[in-house]
């Protein structure tokens, strides 16, 4: 059985529609969390999106918004199909001429878990075949097609017989901000350095330090959330914009709306230390992109020399951990000075440290009030929350 969504932009409604939002896995709560706060229902939630209903136009609007989700999906097809020929022949019935242009370029990604599949790219392939064939015989051009996610996306996720077709409505992932043109060592991804500030509550209204800042992603999102400033206003490019018929005015419209929710106050101090110099460039350049280095303070120095502002906030540090970087013995001395500067240096503070791994933990040597699971490049990490009242307890390791 074939059924399928009448194509956007077709006519002057725009229904609501199944609309599925992902995320990196470990995200979802937060993703909920940011739904709801703009109205959403979740319908339905696993370890990589939510499936809520929404206009094409509060579609755009969440690309726009979110600081937590990968894509935006608006679902088009569901087909059953047991192998490959299944899919290209169910496929071929669906109306591609009333949502992509045939002159424009389109890609096709897709999860797939068929046994009769074995090379991952070969439903993709067939996929844009049945897409492309389509066109050519309905009397159009065959687009061009490729891997760049930069124009029409049509993506699909594809379980044992049953296939489900979306139309992407980002592109590249809602992580790629545009503004991080200088990577240093490591860094963290754009939509975990969101949620890790989620789980912190900022909210701009307390000092924020981000000693150890690499490329600056936790300093730059922090700025981003104090001034409600729409992360998805710093790219221009969005899938949903090389739909055929893509409705360009209400595109500008969610555009002028997510930059009225910028706040004028600008937030409480935000300092932002590395002990490499390149970081520290990298860090002042991509917050120029951002649109926010007004907004940070940067020091070159170690991450115990950090100036503290007066009044208590947050700290939060994302030092190097043995799977990724660095020797361990040496790890372990730092992670021990760590504890000391957020003891002595950071007293009425709440402190956190983004890492992995037991030892590591274990030499920080002050009690956790909080642990939160976070995957960052494939490593189970943990948020741990410190509260550092006067004369914090130091634990055995
Ligand atoms: C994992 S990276 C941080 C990545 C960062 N969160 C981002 O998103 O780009 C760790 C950083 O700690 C810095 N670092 C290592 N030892 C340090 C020390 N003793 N004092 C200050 N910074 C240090 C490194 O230069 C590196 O930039």
């Known amino acids: 059985m074939l059924t399928y969504t009448t194509p956007p932009f077709m006519n002057q409604s725009d229904p609501t529609r199944k609309t599925r939002v992902t995320c990196a896995p470990g995200l979802a709560p937060y993703l909920k969390q940011e739904l709801e706060q703009l109205g959403f229902e979740c319908l339905s939630m696993d370890k990589t999106g939510i499936e809520i209903e929404a206009t094409t136009t509060q579609s755009m609007m969440l690309n726009l918004r979110l600081r937590t989700a990968f894509h935006v999906l608006q679902r088009f097809a569901d087909i059953n199909c047991r192998n490959a020929d299944e899919l290209y022949s169910e496929a071929k019935r669906l109306p591609w001429d009333r949502v992509i242009d045939p002159s424009g370029f389109v890609s096709v990604t897709s999860n797939v878990r068929n046994e009769t599949i074995s090379n991952s790219m070969f439903p993709n392939l067939r996929l844009k075949d049945a897409i492309c064939d389509k066109l050519v015989e309905q009397g159009g051009k065959r687009p061009d097609t490729g891997s760049s996610t930069d124009g029409m996306v049509v993506s699909m996720h594809w379980v044992d017989s049953k296939a489900r077709i979306y139309l992407n409505m980002t592109g590249r992932k809602l992580s790629d901000r545009g503004y991080r043109k200088m990577p240093f060592m490591a860094p963290m991804r754009e939509t975990i350095a969101a949620a890790v500030l989620m789980e912190m509550k900022y909210d701009g209204t307390r000092p924020l330090v981000v000693p150890m800042c690499g490329s600056g992603t936790i300093a730059i999102e922090a700025a981003l959330i104090a001034k409600h400033r729409a992360p998805g206003l710093l790219r221009s490019n969005y899938a949903c914009n090389h739909w055929l018929n893509a409705d360009k005015d209400a595109w500008s419209q969610q555009r002028v709306e997510a930059k009225k929710l910028m706040v004028k106050n600008d937030p409480a101090p935000i300092v932002a230390t590395d002990i490499e110099e390149e970081a520290i460039e990298a860090t002042r350049k991509n917050a120029v992109t951002a649109g926010v280095d007004h907004l940070i303070e940067f020091h070159v120095c170690d991450f115990a020399q950090t100036p503290i502002p ?49 030892p590591l933990i274990g030499a920080i040597r002050l009690k956790v009030s909080k642990r939160t699971p976070f995957i960052n490049a494939e490593i189970d990490c943990r948020l741990l929350k410190y509260e550092l009242y006067r004369g914090s307890k130091v634990t055995e390791a």
Do not use: P, Q
Request: charged share 35%; aromatic share 12%; with cysteine.
């Open 310 to 358: 007066e009044e208590a906030g947050d700290v939060v540090l994302h030092g190097e951990y043995g799977v990724r970087l660095g020797d361990d013995e040496e790890l372990i001395a730092t992670y021990k000075r760590i504890g000391d500067f957020l003891k002595t240096d950071c007293s009425g503070w709440d402190g956190y440290v983004f890492t992995s791994g037991k």
